[in-house]
């Protein structure tokens, strides 16, 4: 098989948004009759990838080739016209037309000028029973379940373009028999030659189905290895960016025998559908890490503990008494704070200035009837400008004009000034310029050597093993060990991480 | 203090502009238009009279400057002067006294704004959705208050909350300037503008902050609610009597016009309460000086629309660049030809 001329090569793919390199020189090669698995983190470059080779983005270097011929898709509609079908998450068809209909939009036989529904029925019932698929073609869309749907949008996308077919996590909403029952469709269809990208973040599935896989990070190219040869360590180690041999450093030194008092303990909270009931305690002077590939439920742990949802499960206690947290302002009154990942949705308020963005907490705090006056507002500003040095030419300045890393200080900032005593920090380095990444795990440092408790939740390793006391590692929406001491190392991280990987796929086999 | 107040000024004056050559044009057509005169112990003229036929627009202008800084919009202020004014009236007709009327009927308007805050704040509705269904059925209750017909009423107590004469300015003036300056003051004195701004600029976000969101949206929708109960009084005073069908009739509309007038983006955050009442005014005085103009009235709402285009299409951040344009462009040109003229002089010389 590697001596055939791939189906689709690409070399030196690159794309820039504004600056930023979402591709840089990315190679990939899709062969006939082929399952090609596309992994990475979330921003690692995968939907820029496809939206590159499928002409949603046009790119801006490198070249792509199929069948051996160049080709430069201008848009969605010419990529399929060549052969190229993609099936998105969220099913790209019409629910409030009939699965007929959707099969032929836009490419509809005619009879004197007229659609002819009595054909497009007849050749859309052939199509479908090729999937195992006997359902009444001339109902709605909308009134089939989302399996079907997806072989639906499956079968319009081989019966157009018929060479390469890509899925983007096309299991997110699937159930254990649905996604068997597609499983069968791909091998199927990989029989009859066709290629296909298969994108999703379930390792299990990327063993089961696929031959080969290609990791992206970054934006750049980690490898392409064909599976059988690949252990799921390496694998993991591919996709968070560091090699497994390299010397360990032994730097994460923060020493445990100190242990400051409880703040907050967690006990057996969990929220079914969103993350398995855990415990956790959070120390002073403590820096909890929180590690896990993505969707492994780092997040939806840090949203309980936060009070954004109410655990369903378990007890929370501060200072030894029990209490409940209902709500985030019911968590900031009792001395918490969170960063969120997402800082542009839950972050900032864009429109607003500096100065109110760091205000906005503690003012909430106080309530609307103690405003902060403007002369305090502006002390708190320019001291908090000045201590995290945020880059802003005044602090009337609307945050939406600073740079991602000025806008994460901001944030950090308007949590800073409530005093808290437990901060928790989801990827606070994301996405940053390199300057700020740097300034804010020194503050991470300091906080904590201020005695201040933190949970920071992050996918870089070398970071967390950097400033973490302990480290939590999650899978699947479960928490499944904590490393302490000597095992805080990225290596540590990654075989906890790769192992809990590896259980569930035991589990789900057997 | 001072240079807030200028900055202010200076946001405002495409507004005060506008209002500035409406009047003008009134004047040009209606001769006296400036007057104002004391007679028989209040003021006349009419400029009074745009203070005065202004009122329940400005009084719903301020709640709704609010909404819209929330991101929301309250459609149902027009249908909820309908259902106050029609309490007031059930209320003085069957005996309840001034006191107990004007308080019900305020707590009726409260009421009805807590109803639209509760289903845009804990039921997630859509604003302009949630607010129709009370646009929609308002009118309906206020028929059933009336019990269909137009209750009117004799009480002097209340007439005059609504239209009588104060130190010798007309009630509805007096009502619409003091609670612009309460609500104004006290959302800049307080946190609530800050707090109402961060909510409409990212509501998540906000909410993750600490703000008390759902509170947030009930406040200003009730104090939406309770603006309409006056500005209702207010028209059932005018006429005595309550009209469920056509008191505050498309009102909500104008109202909604005078806060985009006023400057305020209809996508939420930064307000301005004083743009608003501007353009609350700019409204009346259109409608003032059409009727001054003795044009037939089967113009007045076309003559209104195109003015209205007018001072958006001025106001747009569009137009403004394309006049920023035009006049580099022009004063450019002025010194391109400023560069050219001495150099026939050069050559000459």
Redesign the interface.
Known sequence: MAAERALLEARGLSKYFHGVTALDGVDFDLHAGEIHGLLGENGAGKSTLIKVLTGAYRRDDGRVSLDGAPIDPRDVMDAQSLGIGTVYQEVNLLPNLTVAENLFLGREPKRFGLVDSRAINKRSREILEGYGLSIDVSALLSTYSVAVRQIVAIARAVDISGKVLILDEPTASLDAAEVDRLFAILSDLKARGLGIIFITHFFDQVYRICDRVTVLRNGRLVGSRPLESLKRIELVSMMLGRELESAESGDHGRASEVRGEVVAAFKKVGKKGRIAPFDIEVRRGEVLGIAGLLGSGRTESAELMFGIHEPDTGAIEIDGAKTSLGSPRDAIRKGFGFCPEDRKQDGIIDDLSVRENIALALQARRGWAKPLSRREQDALADRYIEALDIRTSDREKPIKFLSGGNQQKVILARWLATDPRFLILDEPTRGIDVGAHAEIIRLIEELCAEGMALAVISSELEELVAYATRVRILADRQHVAELEGEDVSANGIMRAIAAAEGDNTGEARS | MNASLRSGLLRLAPQIAALAVILALCAAIAPGFFDISFANGRLYGSLIDILNRGAPTALLAIGMTLVIATKGIDLSVGAVMAICGATAAALITSGYGLPATLALTLATGIVCGLWNGALVAFLGIQPIIATLILMVAGRGIAQLITEGVILTFNDQGLIFVGSGILFGVPMPVVLWILIALAVGLAVR????G??I??VG??R?????????TAG?LLAVYALSGFCAAIAGTIAAADIRGADANNAGLWLELDAILAVVIGGNSLLG??FSIVGSLVGAMIIQSINTGILLSGYPPEFNLVIKAVIIVAILVLQSPTSRAFLAFAWRKRSSASQEAAGQQPAPGRQAS
């Open positions: 004195f307080s946190a609530l800050m707090l701004e961060a600029v990212n998540r976000a906000a909410y993750l902050s600490g703000v008390g947030l955050g930064r």
